[in-house]
């Protein structure tokens, strides 16, 4: 899908820059913080396979310091999709938390977020983008996804997560 992002005035995203949005079918794709229903992040999230017993507080901080793009009723404001970006806005972006609310999956709508964020404008300079998942390859490899290219150079370590942490205030 083509997108025409519109600038959304005195409006900004999670990360303080400026936020955008694109109207199709009654709906409205937009990245601006102030409509995310952190409800709606919380609910699906706990149905997700990757992140069924986070604990609330670590998905707010999460959102909170990523770019939250959402698909939204034009008329009732309520979500039905959202995916969240981690971002140093220069060159390198990757992606978490897709979602579509069961009642509207297979409309296109994972394909409409994907669209609006790999052309996203704030994003024009990033060389690298990522993300993970289990089973969804051929919905991103539409977008240009593939394996690794030099899997070699890519480290990492997993680690138990300090949950007694006040995640609010990260320390
Ligand atoms: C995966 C998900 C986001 C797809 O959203 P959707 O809006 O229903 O999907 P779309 O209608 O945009 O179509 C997705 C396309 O990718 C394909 N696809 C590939 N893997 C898929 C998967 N695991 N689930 C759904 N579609 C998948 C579909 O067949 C479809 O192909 P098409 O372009 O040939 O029609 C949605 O099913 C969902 O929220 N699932 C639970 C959470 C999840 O798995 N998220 C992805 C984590 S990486």
């Known amino acids: ?4 992002y519109q600038r959304v ?5 999670n990360l303080g820059m400026p936020c955008y949005e694109h109207r199709f079918d009654g709906l409205v794709i937009s990245s601006d913080s102030t409509l995310i229903d952190m409800d709606f992040v919380i609910k ?8 069924g017993t986070r604990p609330e507080a670590v998905v707010r901080r999460a959102w909170a310091h990523s770019i939250g793009m959402g698909i939204y009723d034009e008329k009732t ?13 220069a060159v390198y972006a990757h992606a978490f938390d897709v ?5 509207h999956r297979g409309k296109g709508y994972s394909k409409v977020m994907m669209s609006f964020f ?6 024009k300079s990033v060389i690298r983008i990522q993300l993970t998942t289990s089973d969804a390859h051929t919905l991103y490899s539409q977008f240009g996804f593939g394996h690794l ?3 070699e150079r890519f480290l990492e370590v997993w680690r ?5 942490a006040k995640p609010d205030i990260g320390i």
């Open 99 to 103: 979602w579509v609310d069961p009642n």
């Open 149 to 151: 290219k030099h899997p």
């Open 44 to 51: 699906s999230l706990k149905q997700s396979y990757w992140a």
């Open 118 to 123: 790999t052309s996203y404008p704030e994003l």
């Open 1 to 4: 899908m083509e997108i025409k």
């Open 160 to 164: 138990d997560a300090d949950t007694s």
């Open 77 to 89: 404001g309520a979500q039905v999709a959202m995916m969240r970006v981690v971002t140093d806005f």
């Open 9 to 13: 005035e005195g409006k900004k995203d």
